[in-house]
């Protein structure tokens, strides 16, 4: 059928996959223009390589692999072109800051999220690494997972100007001493996570600028915090005093009345939660972050008995794959949504419901009746 003609570039556009699959089986690249079939692989490559922007690099430090897996990404015909967010572990960061690549320099200058893991075989991140990335590219956020850090990484990791959120996990070192350093060396820093994050580290001149607060872990104090643009708000599942937690928690952010998402363990300690939303009265989105299984239905439909904010309008919880979302927080009015794809988990997903308006409402009630 198509072995006899040729094709002009809008003819082929027109084509359907399976007709251009029996053009390749016939052989037929020959009838088509030099021009248009360099203008097809063109624009094929640009999508391609559009598709490849969340890359994980990771290899065991004498790895002889390293260099191969290099050769790779800086071939020509490699479509990872352009890296939004890069996962490595420590020997190949290493590796990659070593290298006197002008064609790796570009591919690495999109980078806007990187995240660095901990490798065994090496104690600390070199200087030079950290100060070359913040050359090559302009990241915006930054996660280091158990790496050991001083202060002269700390005073690396200040000289990339352009950072807004950091990002630190450490078993066996105190991360608050971090924040204070960070915060007063990097302008644009408006998010903050580490684990069991003490925000009283924070510097006062620093507290205007965040925006995001993440593994928050209250304590005692008899200071008065402002954060007056702070937006979201994730608590640690460890926090003391929970009974008195009210108090404490306006203490921290009484100011803070631009909160439009809390993220808390909820599920079984929503007495102690309740009277806190109800004074966050900008909020939005009430996210559990306690695991929620079918026959959790009825613990969970205590909310029906709290006076909600009206402006909340979402609740996200974490439940297992296999869930039934279906009429699940119907009681307390609210309907599922759908998944949050950004936290897709092979075993967990995220759930967002969205609160029934009364329209709505009464349209599923007159859907009901007719039943």
């Given at each position: ?71 790779r ?16 572990n ?73 950072l ?47 925006k995001?607060?993440?593994e ?12 007056p ?18 108090s ?8 803070s ?31 559990d ?5 079918q ?77």
């Amino acid at each position: 059928m198509y072995s006899e003609q040729t094709f002009t570039r809008d003819e082929l556009k027109k084509l359907t996959k399976d007709q251009l699959y029996q053009i390749c089986v016939q052989q037929s690249f020959a009838l088509i223009p030099r021009s248009i079939t360099t203008n097809i692989n063109q624009q094929l490559f640009g999508v391609v390589s559009l598709m490849f922007n969340n890359v994980k690099l990771r290899a065991l430090s004498k790895d002889p692999q390293i260099g191969y897996h290099l050769d790779r990404l800086t071939s020509v015909w490699c479509p990872i072109k352009h890296i939004v967010k890069l996962t490595v572990n420590m020997p190949i960061f290493e590796y990659l800051m070593k290298q006197q690549s002008a064609h790796l320099a570009h591919i690495l200058s999109t980078v806007e999220n990187l995240n660095i893991l901990h490798d065994t075989n090496y104690k600390r991140l070199q200087l030079t690494s950290i100060k070359n990335f913040g050359i090559i590219a302009k990241p915006r956020s930054l996660c280091l997972k158990y790496l050991t850090l001083d202060s002269k990484q700390l005073n690396a990791i200040c000289s990339i100007k352009s950072l807004q959120k950091i990002e630190i996990w450490n078993l066996f070192e105190r991360t608050c001493d971090y924040f204070t350093v960070l915060c007063n060396g990097l302008p644009l820093l408006e998010s903050l996570r580490s684990n069991s994050f003490d925000v009283s580290r924070i510097p006062k001149s620093s507290r205007s600028t965040i925006k995001k607060l993440s593994e928050v872990s209250l304590k005692s104090t008899n200071e008065t915090f402002e954060f007056p643009n702070l937006q979201k708000l994730s608590m640690a599942r460890l926090n003391y005093n929970l009974e008195n937690i009210k108090s404490i928690f306006f203490k921290y952010f009484s100011q803070s009345n631009n909160i439009t998402h809390l993220s808390v363990y909820l599920k079984f300690k929503i007495n102690i939660w309740a009277p806190i939303i109800r004074k966050l009265r900008c909020i939005v989105t009430l996210e559990d972050l306690e695991p929620h299984r079918q026959y959790d239905r009825k613990e969970f439909s205590k909310l029906r008995d709290v006076i909600l904010p009206a402006s909340l309008s979402r609740i996200i919880i974490c439940t297992m794959r296999d869930f039934d979302p279906n009429n699940y927080l119907i009681d307390i009015g609210y309907q599922y949504s759908k998944d949050d794809i950004r936290s897709y988990d092979c075993m967990t997903r995220k759930m967002i419901f969205n609160k029934i308006i009364k329209k709505d409402l009464e349209k599923q009630c007159s859907i009901e009746i007719k039943i």
